[in-house]
């Protein structure tokens, strides 16, 4: 299965500090599935003997049908779920073998898109933003600090004092990136984020994660939209009833 091209990453994050490349020495895997099989409680198999393997710094597309096990892959990145069979490891760790804060603490460090936006509709733009960080017991002061430069990365600056139902679709998905980011998570997990979306909004959503990939983050989305993909250059694999193979 796919062993992707390394890219050596670059700049410094949004936020000014060091993209994290050199923190576990040599080894720039970030994300690995060794012969996945995932089948739920009802006997569904979401997925089947799945490899992949992903380096630091990519960007990579997992594309294929509704229903084809593109959710359960992230979902089994970040915990959420966990393999019937076969290993999954991000960061050098077995998301198996991980409980209680040692499952936060990588948690901490993967920020996740969804197709639905998930925002709190009580809440400000800025407040969406910036709950995770609050929650985490970071000081007002870092959170101000965060806060200006990751809405202006989404183009939501001056939307910062809006409640979600006053944005429109874009928007609200620009915001859940922020909130996704805000922590400057080295991997970032889009499910379907364009899936809501009209074609420029999709394209805004994807340059924004081309740029935070840009800034060192290992980024992966799923998608079925297959002109999408084929607009970007970034490798791709496809998903086919738990199937993986590189297109
Ligand atoms: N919690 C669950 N329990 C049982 N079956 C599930 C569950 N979640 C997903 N599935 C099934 O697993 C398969 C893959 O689902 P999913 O990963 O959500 O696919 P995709 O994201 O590509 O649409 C589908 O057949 C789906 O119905
Ligand atoms: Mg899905």
Do not use: E, M
């Given at each position: 299965m796919p062993v992707l091209t390394t890219q050596v990453k670059k700049d410094k994050s949004f936020h000014g500090e060091d993209s994290e490349?050199?923190?576990?020495?040599?080894?720039?895997?970030?994300v690995q599935l060794q012969s996945v099989t995932k089948t739920y409680a009802?006997?569904?198999?979401?997925?089947?003997?799945a490899n992949l393997e992903v380096k630091k710094g990519e960007f990579l597309f997992i594309t294929g049908p509704s229903g084809s096990g593109k959710s359960t892959l992230l979902k089994l990145l970040y915990g959420q779920e966990l393999p019937t069979q076969g290993e999954v490891i991000v960061d050098e760790c077995?998301?198996?073998?991980?409980?209680?804060d040692r499952l936060s603490l990588l948690r901490r460090r993967i920020g996740i898109v969804f197709?639905?936006?998930?925002?709190?509709?009580?809440?400000t733009v800025a407040e969406n933003v910036t709950f995770v960080l609050q929650a985490q017991g970071y000081t007002r002061k870092e959170i101000q600090r965060r806060l200006e430069p990751t809405l202006k990365l989404v183009g939501l600056l001056s939307k910062a004092?809006?409640?979600?139902?006053?944005?429109s679709g874009g928007e609200q998905q620009r915001v859940s990136i922020a909130r996704a980011i805000v922590g400057t998570p080295p991997l970032l997990l889009a499910d379907e984020?364009?899936?809501?979306?009209?074609p420029d909004n999709s394209w805004q959503v994807i340059q924004i994660l081309q740029k935070l990939n840009s800034f060192g983050a290992t980024v992966i989305v799923t998608t079925h939209d297959e002109q999408l993909v084929r607009r970007c250059n970034h490798p791709v694999v496809q998903v086919r009833n738990g199937r993986l193979s590189r297109k």
């Open positions: 490349t050199q923190q576990h020495g040599s080894n720039t895997t970030k009802n006997g569904t198999h979401a997925l089947l003997n077995n998301v198996a073998d991980l409980r209680g197709q639905d936006y998930k925002l709190i509709t009580q809440r004092d809006c409640f979600p139902d006053q944005l984020p364009t899936g809501n979306l009209d």
